[in-house]
């Protein structure tokens, strides 16, 4: 007769250690709804199994390509009923991404515009002649009578 296997059970540090995801986070993630609650020891401690392991690797990974809690809500959803189509994951991955190039499209031009302020500045005056400070700042602030 085949013996039963005991799933190995953890308190939320080493849950913490072997996933890399903080002891805050865990909680915050629990209280959320995106982590289920985890069975109690006797002195009410929460105990942790693979099952914990698992979803929660899930949920850093998606964290780590910048999903929203409620796409990840949405995608854990769509994984715990595998028999429905992914036409709802594909929409989020795909809305995700073209946020992802809007952002990326921003930080370009943001960049653009931070080496034309720079290019403009070669350091070494007083700050109230420093191009920087003038691109950014009220052109009036500066008194040149000081000179």
Not at 46 to 57: D, F, M, Q
Not at 135 to 142: F, I
Request: with cysteine; aromatic share 4%; proline share 4%.
């Amino acid at each position: 007769m085949p013996t039963a296997t005991v799933e190995r059970v953890m308190p939320i540090g080493a849950l913490a250690e072997r996933t890399g995801v903080k002891v805050e986070t865990i909680r915050y993630y629990e209280q959320v709804g995106l982590l289920p609650p985890p069975e109690r020891s006797g002195g009410n401690q929460r105990r942790y199994g693979r099952r914990h392991v698992e979803r929660l690797a899930f949920i850093k990974h998606a964290r780590d390509l910048g999903f929203a809690v409620e796409a990840i809500r949405a995608l854990l959803r769509l994984s715990d009923n595998p028999a429905m189509a992914c036409d709802e994951a594909h929409a989020i991955a795909v809305a995700h991404r073209d946020e992802v190039r809007r952002k990326i499209a921003r930080l370009r031009s943001l960049e653009a515009e931070l080496e034309r302020i720079a290019a403009t500045c070669s350091g070494g005056v007083a700050a109230c002649d420093c191009a920087v400070i003038e691109a950014l700042a009220d052109h009036g602030r500066c008194s040149h009578a000081a000179h």
